[in-house]
């Protein structure tokens, strides 16, 4: 089955010159020999990050051995970490309560030493991850806007006017477009400066995530307004507007991540099942 959802012609002459990537047969099996979520993939897919369903603690995996490293057993560890642009480090957090009050610090792990060390004490201040992890250049989902970062210098934007709040933004791999879900409205592709936003999947997708400049993957679902009936992964040609699903109707597929510099993506199932897809 293929959706085609129309695309403006605005954002067709911009940058969408090339053929969309396609998969490489069907999706394999990354067996570990226990569960697994939220997998993070280093910019160069030779390591993957993953915790638990409920972010406690935090590993690092070598795609390649299945070498596996526990970098942290701690409370929150697994929220939202992040490889440093070389792949060298991993930056994490981890939570504890003060006062009652929840605290988060900042921490940096060496892959090469296999150490971790404090970067920023336990408080309840805000972070920016990617600029803990030396990240030149970002998309942040921030609430109602969008703060676009290249070569360190930020600017924010708000591509839909009344939008709810913004989740799940990236940069694409050549720097020039911007990918983001609004909840309520869908996901959308827009320029750097939040000019001409487009839908291309509908309210009912998460993870949104790059694959190459003219595809992306996502996680579309369905529910009867209690539980998720259906979790499928997609890929969309951003050229055509054509969606296509990757996984069968009756596989839940839970998150997703993606490796652009490899047109690779590993995702787990509801049971903490791992499988990649590489595409071409």
């Known amino acids: 089955m293929k959706i085609r959802i129309l695309l403006s012609t605005t954002l067709l002459a911009g940058a969408m010159v090339a053929n969309a990537a396609k998969p490489v047969g069907e999706a394999q099996p990354l067996d570990l020999g226990h569960a697994a979520f939220h997998p993070v993939l280093s910019a160069d897919g030779t390591r993957m990050l993953f915790t638990t369903v409920d972010h406690r603690g935090l590993s690092i995996v070598d795609l390649a051995t299945l070498d596996e490293h526990v970098i942290s057993t701690e409370a929150g560890a697994g929220f939202q970490p992040l490889f440093t642009a070389d792949g060298s480090e991993v930056v994490y957090r981890t939570a504890t309560q003060i006062d009652g009050l929840l605290n988060r610090d900042v921490r940096s792990y060496s892959v090469a030493k296999a150490v971790s060390r404090e970067l920023q004490p336990y408080s309840r201040n805000?972070?920016?991850?990617?600029?803990?992890?030396?990240?030149?250049?970002?998309?942040?989902?921030?609430?109602?806007?969008?703060?676009?970062?290249?070569?360190?210098?930020?600017?924010?934007?708000?591509?839909?006017?009344?939008?709810?709040?913004?989740?799940?933004?990236?940069?694409?791999?050549?720097?020039?477009?911007?990918?983001?879900?609004?909840?309520?409205?869908?996901?959308?592709?827009?320029?750097?400066?939040?000019?001409?936003?487009?839908?291309?999947?509908?309210?009912?997708?998460?993870?949104?995530?790059?694959?190459?400049?003219?595809?992306?993957?996502?996680?579309?679902?369905?529910?009867?307004?209690?539980?998720?009936?259906?979790?499928?992964?997609?890929?969309?040609?951003?050229?055509?507007?054509?969606?296509?699903?990757?996984?069968?109707?009756?596989?839940?597929?839970?998150?997703?991540?993606?490796?652009?510099?490899?047109?690779?993506?590993?995702?787990?199932?509801?049971?903490?099942?791992?499988?990649?897809?590489?595409?071409?």
Do not use: H
Not at 173 to 198: A, H, I, M, T
Not at 211 to 240: F, M, P, R, W
């Open 126 to 280: 805000q972070v920016v991850m990617e600029k803990a992890a030396g990240k030149q250049s970002f998309a942040r989902a921030e609430m109602t806007r969008i703060e676009v970062v290249k070569e360190g210098r930020s600017t924010e934007v708000n591509p839909l006017q009344g939008a709810d709040r913004y989740q799940w933004a990236s940069v694409s791999p050549d720097g020039q477009r911007v990918l983001f879900l609004e909840p309520f409205k869908g996901v959308y592709v827009c320029n750097l400066d939040g000019s001409n936003p487009v839908r291309v999947l509908g309210n009912r997708s998460i993870y949104p995530c790059w694959i190459d400049d003219n595809t992306i993957a996502a996680v579309t679902t369905t529910d009867d307004g209690y539980q998720v009936l259906s979790s499928q992964l997609v890929y969309v040609d951003l050229a055509s507007g054509a969606v296509t699903p990757v996984t069968s109707a009756d596989m839940q597929v839970s998150e997703l991540a993606s490796c652009p510099a490899k047109r690779m993506i590993v995702f787990n199932d509801m049971d903490g099942n791992l499988f990649t897809l590489s595409f071409e």
